[in-house]
């Protein structure tokens, strides 16, 4: 049953990538016409792009592309300031489809790689030396494919396991969700939180295990054929980062603090050297998490993506059965990477929590 669940799962994760592929083809070829490219390099530019577009984040939310370059999927709200607010759905006749210009309140605006800037009638773009526009940018607050995910996996994590907490009342032996997920919270109690933290684990242990399911559903759902690639996104790892960051700072007891401004038993010379790069390490630790997570969430999109474009660049029998083997390795060594992922940075964040929190003088009378 398992096998007969992983090959039906395969099978769709690759007709969808194979079906969308078509589809930015054909749209791009349309959009703009190759100056004398071979064919190959037409295939490899166009599966480039339609990797770089999986990895952006979207103002609607796209199932699949049909081989007409159709769009199937349903809009999302719109929502952004430009002397006052605006908001839409992404396919009214005031939304942006595929590249067009719409007019809102005698303004012209134009959604280019998934950004939003203000443009004249006729949409035209002023590129700067980097290729990117200088266009005004309104600030954009729309509901986009990865806000919707946030709030959708939010949402059935919190009715998740407000229910597992319900059913403890009832009894003390696990029944339904809570026999797979009580292994997970007591692995994250007994191997994360306690080795790291202490006997003040208690105290970080929601957040903790909120961090870890929230990372590893976000992970999970990444893996999706609908391209999800929220914890690929640097802003959502950078906000994770954050909040360690903020728990780590404000919960840090004075020896935590006397080890980075001044450290004990160390030359003033020393401490003055000391100072600023331990100031730094504070900084480099939240940098190291959001960098962590998202390179290699990132890694792996790209690396199932571009397998998969191989089997277009070559065009034979043997690429269409080697390439479809290798990103079906990959893709299970992504689920692998999904739930380790999860793993590290809750283990990376109890570890900080733990440094700061550590009461070194206690500890020193203690053991004697």
Not at 247 to 274: E, Q, R
């Amino acid at each position: 049953m398992l096998k007969k669940f992983a090959v039906l799962f395969y099978s769709i994760f690759v007709l969808s990538l194979v079906s969308a592929q078509h589809g930015e083809t054909s749209t791009a070829s349309v959009a703009a016409p190759t100056q004398e490219l071979s064919e190959k390099d037409k295939v490899s530019k166009e599966n480039k792009e339609y990797i770089d577009h999986h990895l952006l984040d979207a103002h609607d939310f796209t199932l699949m592309v049909d081989k007409d370059g159709h769009h199937i999927g349903f809009p999302l709200p719109v929502i952004f300031y430009d002397n006052g607010f605006h908001s839409f759905m992404s396919n009214s006749k005031e939304g942006f489809i595929h590249g067009e210009t719409t007019e809102v309140d005698g303004s012209y605006y134009k959604l280019h790689h998934e950004k939003i800037f203000k443009t004249d009638a006729t949409g035209n773009l002023t590129l700067g030396e980097d290729g990117f526009p200088t266009n005004e940018r309104p600030l954009d607050l729309s509901i986009t494919k990865s806000v919707l995910i946030l709030i959708v996996v939010s949402i059935f994590l919190l009715v998740l396991f407000v229910g597992m907490a319900k059913s403890y009342k009832k009894s003390v032996v696990p029944t339904g969700a809570a026999r797979f997920f009580e292994p997970l919270i007591i692995f994250v109690r007994d191997e994360v939180a306690i080795p790291n933290i202490g006997h003040k684990y208690k105290r970080f242990m929601g957040y903790l295990l909120t961090v870890f399911f929230f990372i590893l559903f976000l992970n999970v759902l990444g893996l999706m054929p609908f391209g999800i690639n929220v914890t690929g996104n640097i802003t959502m790892t950078f906000f994770l980062a954050i909040l360690t960051y903020l728990i780590t700072t404000f919960s840090a007891n004075k020896d935590y603090w006397k080890h980075i401004f001044w450290m004990p038993g160390v030359p003033v010379p020393m401490k003055l050297i000391m100072l600023p790069i331990e100031l730094l390490g504070t900084i480099t630790k939240p940098f190291a998490l959001m960098i962590r997570l998202f390179a290699n969430m990132t890694a792996g999109h790209i690396v199932v993506m571009s397998l998969i474009g191989l089997i277009y660049v070559f065009k034979n029998v043997a690429a269409g059965i080697a390439f479809p083997f290798l990103t079906l390795v990959i893709y299970l060594l992504e689920v692998l990477v999904a739930f380790l992922q999860a793993y590290i940075f809750t283990m990376l964040s109890a570890l900080f929590i733990g440094m700061a929190v550590q009461e070194h003088e206690h500890e020193h009378h203690a053991a004697h």
